[in-house]
């Protein structure tokens, strides 16, 4: 029987396969994510989960399916990645507030067994409300969203901060679940 696993360390990832009721391990991938430039492209960002994912192929048995995803939150073409200070957090929450964006979501599948491959890209729109520099503040003190792209997680935020959203909440979180079923199922992958 293929098990199968997933590439990543992320909580909200872990949780998404969990309420699926999906049996699985997770051997976190290894693959330090580089980007020549920061100008969105599908391309980019499907390159970074496949680039994820072999690096974790590459350290698994024969019957493994292998599961990876990256996850962006895109404003003006330009890719807002994690923030590695506070400083550099309130800056792209400033630039988001008042404003939509777009959280794209490349989610790649490698089937060893089989040596098949799927992937699949989900794009979800979100738009914040104005938000004061007290709340950008408050926002991070209380929830330290450095490890998260464009510097928030949408299932934290406090009522109030966001407008409206478009498309996979899920997706916006970090992995829709409509599109692992998706990858599975082109790989044959039986739970």
Request: glycine share 6%; net charge negative.
């Amino acid at each position: 029987m293929v098990k199968l696993i997933l590439a990543s360390n992320s909580p909200r990832r872990k949780k998404i396969l969990s309420d699926m009721g999906l049996k699985f391990e997770v051997i976190p991938s290894n693959y330090e994510e580089k980007l020549a430039d920061d100008i969105f492209s599908y391309e980019k960002i499907e390159d970074l989960a496949t680039q994820k994912c072999l690096d974790v192929v590459r350290r698994v048995d024969n019957n493994s399916l292998v599961l990876a995803a990256d996850t962006v939150v895109v404003f003006h073409n330009k890719i807002l990645g994690k923030p590695h200070t506070k400083e550099a957090a309130f800056e792209m929450l400033k630039l988001l507030s008042g404003n939509t964006h777009s959280v794209v979501t490349s989610a790649c599948g490698i089937n060893k067994q089989t040596n098949r491959a799927a992937l699949l890209s989900t794009t979800s729109y979100v738009r914040f409300t104005d938000w004061s520099d007290e709340m950008i503040h408050y926002y991070i003190d209380k929830f330290n969203p450095l490890d998260k792209a464009g510097s928030y997680g949408i299932q934290e935020l406090p009522a109030g901060y966001v407008d409206k959203y478009e498309g996979s909440f899920e997706n916006i979180v970090g992995l829709s679940s409509e599109a692992v079923k998706s990858i599975l199922n082109q790989l044959g992958f039986d739970n």
